[in-house]
Protein backbone atom coordinates (compact mmCIF):
# COMPACT_ATOMS: atom_id res chain seq x y z
CA UNK A 1 0.00 0.00 0.00
CA UNK A 2 1.24 3.02 -0.75
CA UNK A 3 1.78 5.75 2.31
CA UNK A 4 0.16 9.65 2.46
CA UNK A 5 2.74 11.95 3.49
CA UNK A 6 0.29 14.53 5.57
CA UNK A 7 2.09 17.17 4.47
CA UNK A 8 1.56 16.79 0.46
CA UNK A 9 -2.09 17.99 -0.48
CA UNK A 10 -4.35 15.06 -1.87
CA UNK A 11 -4.40 14.58 -5.38
CA UNK A 12 -8.05 14.32 -6.74
CA UNK A 13 -9.21 14.06 -10.39
CA UNK A 14 -10.95 16.51 -12.43
CA UNK A 15 -14.45 15.00 -11.78
CA UNK A 16 -14.00 15.35 -8.13
CA UNK A 17 -12.63 19.21 -8.29
CA UNK A 18 -15.59 20.29 -10.36
CA UNK A 19 -18.39 18.13 -8.50
CA UNK A 20 -16.79 19.75 -4.91
CA UNK A 21 -18.89 22.32 -3.85
CA UNK A 22 -18.27 26.15 -2.71
CA UNK A 23 -20.45 28.67 -1.07
CA UNK A 24 -20.70 32.29 -1.38
CA UNK A 25 -22.74 34.16 1.25
CA UNK A 26 -23.48 37.81 1.89
CA UNK A 27 -22.98 39.19 5.29
CA UNK A 28 -24.14 42.31 7.41
CA UNK A 29 -20.91 42.83 8.66
CA UNK A 30 -22.55 44.65 11.48
CA UNK A 31 -25.34 42.46 12.95
CA UNK A 32 -23.55 39.11 11.14
CA UNK A 33 -26.37 38.55 9.64
CA UNK A 34 -26.83 36.42 6.37
CA UNK A 35 -28.73 38.62 3.67
CA UNK A 36 -28.08 36.07 0.86
CA UNK A 37 -26.04 32.89 0.06
CA UNK A 38 -25.01 30.50 -2.94
CA UNK A 39 -23.90 27.17 -2.74
CA UNK A 40 -22.67 26.05 -6.36
CA UNK A 41 -19.83 23.67 -7.35
CA UNK A 42 -17.90 24.07 -11.11
CA UNK A 43 -19.78 21.66 -12.82
CA UNK A 44 -23.17 23.18 -11.51
CA UNK A 45 -21.47 26.89 -12.72
CA UNK A 46 -20.86 25.42 -16.33
CA UNK A 47 -24.28 23.95 -16.74
CA UNK A 48 -25.76 27.21 -15.31
CA UNK A 49 -23.79 29.26 -17.98
CA UNK A 50 -24.41 27.09 -20.73
CA UNK A 51 -28.47 27.54 -20.07
CA UNK A 52 -28.14 30.89 -20.16
CA UNK A 53 -26.31 31.52 -22.83
CA UNK A 54 -28.46 28.74 -24.59
CA UNK A 55 -32.00 30.81 -23.42
CA UNK A 56 -30.53 34.13 -24.78
CA UNK A 57 -29.57 32.64 -28.09
CA UNK A 58 -33.04 31.03 -28.48
CA UNK A 59 -34.92 34.85 -27.49
CA UNK A 60 -32.16 36.78 -29.91
CA UNK A 61 -33.34 33.96 -32.98
CA UNK A 62 -37.03 33.95 -32.01
CA UNK A 63 -36.82 38.05 -31.91
CA UNK A 64 -35.17 38.08 -34.83
CA UNK A 65 -37.01 35.27 -37.03
CA UNK A 66 -41.22 36.73 -36.02
CA UNK A 67 -40.36 40.40 -36.09
CA UNK A 68 -39.66 42.65 -39.08
CA UNK A 69 -35.90 43.03 -38.08
CA UNK A 70 -35.31 39.90 -40.06
CA UNK A 71 -35.91 41.83 -43.36
CA UNK A 72 -32.96 44.09 -42.19
CA UNK A 73 -30.71 41.16 -42.63
CA UNK A 74 -29.28 39.88 -46.18
CA UNK A 75 -31.66 37.50 -47.45
CA UNK A 76 -34.70 37.99 -45.19
CA UNK A 77 -37.08 39.32 -47.54
CA UNK A 78 -38.37 36.58 -49.84
CA UNK A 79 -38.91 37.67 -53.73
CA UNK A 80 -42.42 38.75 -53.20
CA UNK A 81 -41.79 41.31 -50.21
CA UNK A 82 -39.21 42.73 -51.99
CA UNK A 83 -41.07 42.77 -55.15
CA UNK A 84 -44.31 44.64 -53.43
CA UNK A 85 -41.75 46.72 -51.66
CA UNK A 86 -40.39 47.60 -55.05
CA UNK A 87 -43.91 48.59 -56.56
CA UNK A 88 -44.91 50.46 -54.15
CA UNK A 89 -41.92 52.73 -53.72
CA UNK A 90 -42.68 53.32 -57.28
CA UNK A 91 -46.30 54.39 -56.75
CA UNK A 92 -45.17 56.69 -54.26
CA UNK A 93 -42.88 58.33 -56.26
CA UNK A 94 -45.70 58.75 -59.33
CA UNK A 95 -48.06 59.97 -56.66
CA UNK A 96 -45.69 62.34 -55.52
CA UNK A 97 -45.18 63.58 -59.23
CA UNK A 98 -48.60 63.65 -59.46
CA UNK A 99 -48.90 65.54 -56.71
CA UNK A 100 -46.18 68.17 -57.58
CA UNK A 101 -48.05 68.52 -60.93
CA UNK A 102 -51.41 69.68 -59.58
CA UNK A 103 -49.51 72.26 -57.19
CA UNK A 104 -48.00 73.63 -59.80
CA UNK A 105 -51.20 73.53 -62.15
CA UNK A 106 -53.37 75.43 -59.08
CA UNK A 107 -50.56 77.77 -58.47
CA UNK A 108 -50.96 78.71 -62.22
CA UNK A 109 -54.76 79.09 -61.80
CA UNK A 110 -54.29 81.07 -59.18
CA UNK A 111 -52.34 83.72 -60.80
CA UNK A 112 -54.54 83.34 -63.86
CA UNK A 113 -57.77 84.19 -62.04
CA UNK A 114 -56.20 86.55 -59.70
CA UNK A 115 -55.41 88.87 -62.55
CA UNK A 116 -51.68 88.76 -61.96
CA UNK A 117 -50.07 87.52 -64.85
CA UNK A 118 -46.14 87.13 -65.16
CA UNK A 119 -44.35 87.40 -68.43
CA UNK A 120 -43.60 84.98 -70.48
CA UNK A 121 -39.57 83.99 -70.91
CA UNK A 122 -40.00 83.31 -74.25
CA UNK A 123 -39.97 86.30 -77.10
CA UNK A 124 -42.60 86.01 -79.38
CA UNK A 125 -41.89 84.10 -83.02
CA UNK A 126 -42.85 87.47 -85.19
CA UNK A 127 -40.41 89.60 -82.69
CA UNK A 128 -37.37 87.02 -83.66
CA UNK A 129 -35.19 87.47 -86.38
CA UNK A 130 -35.25 83.84 -88.63
CA UNK A 131 -32.26 82.89 -90.51
CA UNK A 132 -32.25 81.22 -94.06
CA UNK A 133 -30.61 78.51 -94.73
CA UNK A 134 -28.32 78.77 -97.20
CA UNK A 135 -27.42 82.22 -94.98
CA UNK A 136 -26.23 79.69 -92.47
CA UNK A 137 -24.03 77.29 -94.55
CA UNK A 138 -22.72 80.14 -96.67
CA UNK A 139 -21.43 81.66 -94.31
CA UNK A 140 -17.57 81.15 -93.01
CA UNK A 141 -15.72 82.62 -90.56
CA UNK A 142 -12.04 84.07 -90.48
CA UNK A 143 -10.68 81.11 -89.28
CA UNK A 144 -11.77 78.68 -92.57
CA UNK A 145 -11.28 81.56 -94.74
CA UNK A 146 -7.81 81.30 -93.62
CA UNK A 147 -7.12 77.54 -93.87
CA UNK A 148 -8.78 77.83 -97.24
CA UNK A 149 -6.22 80.28 -98.84
CA UNK A 150 -2.89 78.31 -96.99
CA UNK A 151 -4.33 74.94 -98.21
CA UNK A 152 -4.76 76.58 -101.78
CA UNK A 153 -0.95 77.76 -101.29
CA UNK A 154 0.40 74.51 -100.26
CA UNK A 155 -1.42 72.56 -102.59
CA UNK A 156 -1.24 74.14 -106.34
CA UNK A 157 -3.82 71.07 -107.60
CA UNK A 158 -6.26 71.56 -105.72
CA UNK A 159 -6.93 75.04 -106.04
CA UNK A 160 -9.33 74.75 -108.93
CA UNK A 161 -11.57 72.18 -107.45
CA UNK A 162 -11.50 74.33 -104.29
CA UNK A 163 -12.81 77.56 -105.63
CA UNK A 164 -15.73 75.38 -107.42
CA UNK A 165 -18.83 75.75 -105.42
CA UNK A 166 -21.16 73.34 -105.85
CA UNK A 167 -25.00 74.99 -106.75
CA UNK A 168 -27.02 74.68 -104.24
CA UNK A 169 -31.42 75.42 -104.62
CA UNK A 170 -32.05 77.52 -102.15
CA UNK A 171 -35.24 78.40 -100.94
CA UNK A 172 -35.51 82.21 -103.03
CA UNK A 173 -35.28 79.95 -106.26
CA UNK A 174 -39.06 78.30 -105.00
CA UNK A 175 -40.88 81.00 -103.84
CA UNK A 176 -42.57 83.10 -106.21
CA UNK A 177 -41.75 86.40 -107.40
CA UNK A 178 -44.24 89.19 -106.23
CA UNK A 179 -43.73 92.70 -107.00
CA UNK A 180 -44.82 95.68 -104.39
CA UNK A 181 -46.27 98.80 -105.64
Not at 51 to 59: D, K, M, N, V
Not at 81 to 108: H, I
Not at 131 to 140: F, G
Amino acid sequence: MKETNPQQPLKRSLWQRMRHKYRLTLVNEDTLQVHWHLQMSWLRAALLGNLLFLISLALCSALILFTPLRTYLPGGMNDDERQFLLDESMRLDSLQQQVDRQTRYLESLRIAISGVARQDSTPPLDSMRVLEHEQLIEQTSPATEEFIRSYEEQHPKAKPQAKQKAKRPTTKDKRPTTKRK
